[in-house]
């Protein structure tokens, strides 16, 4: 019984997933969303997401309406992240009786306008008493069975492929809360990165490519709300694979160079988390082709290797390989 | 902007649900689940659950094994009262780091022991940290277009149908807040009622019953989790219409007039909660062969009637006729 007066935060947030996993049924395990067989032709994609107050947002940062448009495009994220088209999503509120009723109108103006672009609906919900706001969102989406992506996927010789920019997120929020940086930035950098992190897009819009490719097997992937470098980590552990990235490939750099030190950015390209981009890994020609039809919005950052381990490359040598930890990932406690 | 400083409380829980409806599609709007039609032959039904600690449940009369429970029958009600078969539910945890995590590992037992009578699995969730511990579970079900059972179904004419017994969960509450009450009652009764309240059952077994039926048009109802008044309401406000309910028909009089005085009896009865039983409304002949299939376990307490309001009449003249207004609901604020 030595482990009978244990907490939460002595184990943390990866911890306790491990404790209970025995809960859940094995196949479900391990991707962003999980998959029920309800159709004979498409599967159901299930992904569920709790937003707290001072925890996943502030008032000095984000804006009731940026609250809701962040928590739908989290959910959509993760059924992007599957390959599935959204069908709908539930809000389970709890809140404060002196939260200003006009905040949560704000909120629910922030999730529809998000989740319009993609007429994806609210069908429900619940709404309770609590000390503290918590959003509670789960998002349901279809996918042929064979365009399921998961994060077991990835094959020794597949190329790393990334969508947009990676640390636009983290520096939008630190522009936010320090807004005398930044002055070396334009106008536009500034609102872009700021709109980054305020107002993210779930990658739906990259989903028809894909289906366009002549995929001859399943595509491994995940999206990057926890980092980069943790999507890779997944993508590697659940694979049992290691990648080998090329920095020199990454994306963003000019720009975010610009706001601060080299050490900083790299932390937030590879850490940063919340860009909500995709990281997908599948065949090295497909990989051309994806990105010739995504025109320069996507980029190959590397490939799988049989070795478990993730080799951060400089190929001019300005920076030392760096091997990151396929354990490192981000904890909530 | 008479209204911009207008807080949560000042509106109540109806009130923040109707300023939120207008962001919501009107057909998922009114019943216990929302209906997705993701299928040729079946639909889906979601429903969404919050759990806060302190206010639905407490550490003085709600073991970490029964918080789960009740949020599972909870949720797999809500189906029920969908005439939905439930296929999975995610559950959305957030808690602060210092409790315990044998307390989670037990939230989960108690989950799963609920769910897995209906072979039901936890296919994922999210975990995260707050200052309060919060429980939001979505589930989800399939029924066949023609057997959703719904709030706004019922016709002048029908049998009003209640299963199980109402006022026992309250009662039971009253007992472990209490345990120097209810001297007259037998350990086995005693029981009884603390087992209504700590480990409810969602009343899917009566599923297939109903489907027996040679039903002509669709069932109306809903669940009795938050009372027995509220849900006659709630149908009658949906469908148009009134109801004439017989005291005399409800049950677990016997038992409760055991433990406290006629008046708060009868508001147990009508108004407890969590008696997740369901109240149903159908022709009076299909109304008869339900019962007879329940075998006790179901009766008729009234019928629906054309004027909108609740009767609530005695035949044994003992008290009043009263009328219980359409608009009395739960409020949470």
Redesign the interface.
């Known amino acids: 019984m030595k482990?009978?007066?244990?907490?939460?935060?002595?184990?943390g947030?990866q911890g306790?997933?491990k404790?209970?996993q025995p809960?859940?049924?094995n196949e479900?395990i391990g991707d962003d969303?999980?998959v029920?067989t309800?159709?004979p032709d498409?599967d159901?994609v299930?992904?569920?997401?709790?937003?707290?107050d001072?925890?996943?947002f502030s008032d000095r940062t984000t804006t009731a309406f940026d609250v809701g448009w962040r928590a739908a495009a989290a959910n959509l994220s993760d059924l992007a992240a599957m390959g599935a088209e959204p069908?709908?999503i539930?809000?389970?509120?709890?809140?404060?009786?002196?939260?200003?009723?006009?905040w949560?109108?704000e909120l629910?103006?922030g999730?529809?306008a998000c989740l319009q672009q993609y007429d994806t609906?609210?069908?429900?919900?619940?709404?309770?008493?609590?000390?503290?706001i918590?959003v509670?969102i789960?998002a349901?989406g279809?996918v042929l069975p064979d365009r399921v992506i998961r994060r077991s996927n990835a094959r020794v010789g597949d190329a790393i492929v990334i969508t947009g920019c990676h640390g636009f997120s983290r520096a939008g929020l630190e522009l936010l809360l320090y807004p005398e940086l930044g002055c070396q930035l334009s106008d536009r950098e500034r609102k872009l990165l700021i709109k980054a992190h305020q107002q993210p897009q779930p990658r739906l819009d990259v989903l028809p490519y894909l289906w366009e490719l002549n995929l001859s097997r399943p595509i491994a992937g995940m999206d990057s709300s926890d980092g980069l470098a943790d999507a890779i980590a997944q993508i590697c552990r659940c694979s049992g694979v290691g990648a080998e990235i090329e920095r020199g490939y990454l994306t963003g750099v000019p720009l975010l160079s610009k706001l601060v030190p080299a050490e900083q950015m790299w932390s937030w390209i590879l850490y940063g988390g919340e860009d909500f981009e995709l990281v997908l890994c599948l065949a090295s020609d497909t990989a051309k082709s994806l990105l010739t039809k995504l025109n320069g919005d996507a980029v190959i950052i590397g490939k799988i290797i049989p070795e478990p381990k993730i080799i951060l490359q400089d190929k001019f040598n300005v920076y030392p390989s760096q091997i990151l930890s396929l354990s490192k990932g981000f904890q909530?406690?």
């Open positions: 482990n009978s007066h244990q907490l939460v935060k002595d184990i947030e306790l997933l404790k209970l809960f859940c049924p479900v969303g999980a029920l309800t159709h498409k159901l299930v992904t569920t997401d709790v937003l707290v001072g925890v996943h069908l709908a539930t809000v389970g509120l709890s809140l404060p009786g002196d939260v200003l009723v006009s949560v109108e629910y103006r999730l529809t609906p609210i069908v429900g919900g619940d709404i309770c008493r609590s000390s503290v918590t509670s789960t349901f279809q909530h406690f």
